[in-house]
């Protein structure tokens, strides 16, 4: 039995600012927008991973949350305490150089680690950290 990573989710607050971080800065493909019931959902995907899908939603996608759950979730995001992904990349380095001249905010300089990559870390619009992997040569 084949088990399979099919969409993954990070909320944003302002979707046009994430496409334009992550189509625009990261290289991803815009694969749907949708919008429903005052809610928008943005898929987006690396062009090498056509199976892999991340869809952009809003903090608290739930047409039927409180007032005060919709405004933690919020608050939450705002404070980057929401979600964090972490891509793969061959060269670390160059990953960096495109995304800080982009205007990111910077969380760390790539750096070798102890457990075997060479990283480094964003915020993205919405304040989600992003991080950057590449194994290490041997």
């Not at 969409?7 to 302002?14: E, L």
């Not at 971080?21 to 991803?28: A, S």
């Not at 919709?70 to 670390?92: N, P, S």
């Amino acid at each position: 039995m084949d088990i399979n990573l099919s969409q993954c989710f990070i909320a944003v607050d302002d979707h046009d600012k994430a496409l334009a971080f992550y189509r625009d800065v990261l290289g991803m493909e815009v694969r749907n927008d949708v919008g429903f019931e005052g809610m928008r959902w943005v898929t987006v995907g690396s062009p090498a991973q056509p199976d892999v899908d991340i869809v952009l939603e809003p903090p608290l996608a739930d047409p039927g949350a409180s007032e005060a759950d919709t405004k933690a979730m919020a608050e939450l995001l705002a404070k980057g305490l929401l979600r964090g992904v972490i891509f793969t990349t061959d060269d670390v380095d160059a990953t960096f150089e495109r995304i800080s001249a982009a205007g990111a905010e910077v969380l760390q300089e790539p750096v070798d680690q102890p457990y075997g990559v060479r990283d480094c870390a964003f915020r993205d619009p919405a304040g989600n950290m992003l991080r950057f992997n590449q194994p290490r040569k041997r």
